[in-house]
């Protein structure tokens, strides 16, 4: 069966840090494009990181560029999003996806999708 569960969410003061973890089972992540996305009260889902393992090809959405790091380590086939100095914006679900990665701009285009996990930046 395959499962993506994330963690790590929680609540953080603006300009504080988070590790989002997401575990994949029934799968592995070599073989897949995998990144995150997060969807906002009222707002469409959008894609924040993507990384592919065949060529390294990575995507960054502009809002998190330079804030947020996508990495992943295949011994414990977990991808994991280093999100630092949060802004209030970046409140959100965010969801963990694997699949194939657009050529076009490098975005994720899921297969699978974790539950998501809830990341509150308030102060």
């Known amino acids: 069966q395959v499962q993506l569960v994330e963690s790590g969410g929680g609540l953080v003061q603006p300009g504080g840090s988070l590790r989002l973890s997401c575990a994949a089972s029934?799968?592995?992540?070599?073989?897949?494009?995998i990144g995150w996305f997060r969807q906002a009260p009222g707002k469409e889902r959008e894609g924040v990181s993507c990384f592919s393992s065949s060529d390294g090809s990575t995507y960054y959405a502009d809002s998190v560029k330079g804030r947020f790091t996508i990495s992943r380590d295949n011994a414990k086939n977990t991808v994991y999003l280093q999100m630092n100095s949060l802004k209030p914006e970046d409140t959100a679900v965010y969801y963990c996806?694997?699949?194939?990665?657009?050529?076009?701009?490098?975005?994720?285009?899921?297969?699978?999708w974790g539950q998501g996990t809830q990341v509150t930046v308030s102060s």
């Open positions: 029934g799968f592995t992540l070599d073989y897949y494009a």
């Open positions: 996806a694997a699949g194939a990665q657009r050529y076009s701009d490098y975005q994720c285009d899921p297969s699978y």
